[in-house]
């Protein structure tokens, strides 16, 4: 590697351990407690499933702090269902930390919504984007009837939210839940990159009424 470009590797990740100290101080100078506290527990009312872009940052995104939000990840923020990452995370989420609202936040301008809509082979990430087209093949109708390319993606931003709402609520998971309270809700957001506002789809769902027949689970 050339010296010119191994100081500049250097210098980005000096950056970050910098951040970091200045960061815990910045918390220090405010409360000399504070990492004492945090570290003691954490009691987070919300489980936040987010795409794994750099720009959609869970806390920063809703003004919270750590220890507000549980947090997990991916390509597109899916739910699938054998996904056993995402299904720990639910577990542990509503079952241990009780938590009562879990957000499936997409975005617009998505990375893996757009290599989804595409018919280029990506690699392995592929078996990962086919979900989305899944998602695409479920709402065709409706897709190809938007003219508008621009609005044709973000349609399916939503719609792939949606659906993903729909996922945990299909799982055993969420539907024990719903049988012992009735103080968990799903929602499903998309985050406008271009404002910082965030969308609200309003498809929250609270029990499993409206499941259908063949998703609903009887206790044995
Ligand atoms: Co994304």
Redesign the pocket.
Known sequence: MKKETRLKLNEGYAKLLEGNRDWVADQLATDPTYFKTLSKSQHPEVLWIG???SRVPANELTNTKPGEVFVHRN??NMCVHTDMNMLSVLDYAVNVLKVKHVIVSG?YD????DAALSNRQFGLIDNWLRHIKDVYRTHAAELDAIDNEKDRIDRLVELNVIEQVYNLCKTTIVQNAWKERDDLEIHGWVIQLDTGFVKDLNVSVSNADNLGKIFALSDN
């Not at 998505?110 to 919504?113: A, E, Y």
């Open positions: 795409c794994s872009d390509i597109a975005h998505c990375g893996g919504i």
